[in-house]
């Protein structure tokens, strides 16, 4: 099965892959660093629309994050809900 096979559309696939990359990473420290590690990272580098994306995957589960991602979702700022544009 490839990711776009997955009930998640591109981008989300894509999101899961970055974050999952970043906990493999974190994943060889020590665990309090290694979740520490995650947020700030996905704090520092990643804009407020993509940590939307992200929680929305976290909020409606089985979203294939790694346990270490979801153990930073507390420490990661979430962005206040996306202004819905009105039509003119």
């Not at 804009?47 to 409606?60: N, S, T, V, W, Y």
Request: net charge positive; proline share 10%; hydrophobic share 40%.
């Amino acid at each position: 099965m490839s990711p776009d096979d997955k009930p998640h559309g591109k981008t989300e696939t894509k999101l899961i892959y970055m974050a999952n990359q970043i906990a493999t990473f974190f994943k060889t420290q020590p665990a309090s660093e290694a979740v520490n590690g995650v947020a700030t990272h996905i704090n520092k580098f990643w804009e407020p629309r993509m940590r939307r994306q992200l929680f929305e995957l976290i909020d409606h589960g089985d979203s294939g994050l790694s346990p270490l991602v979801l153990e930073a979702a507390p420490l990661i700022h979430r962005p206040a809900p996306a202004e819905k544009v009105k039509p003119a």
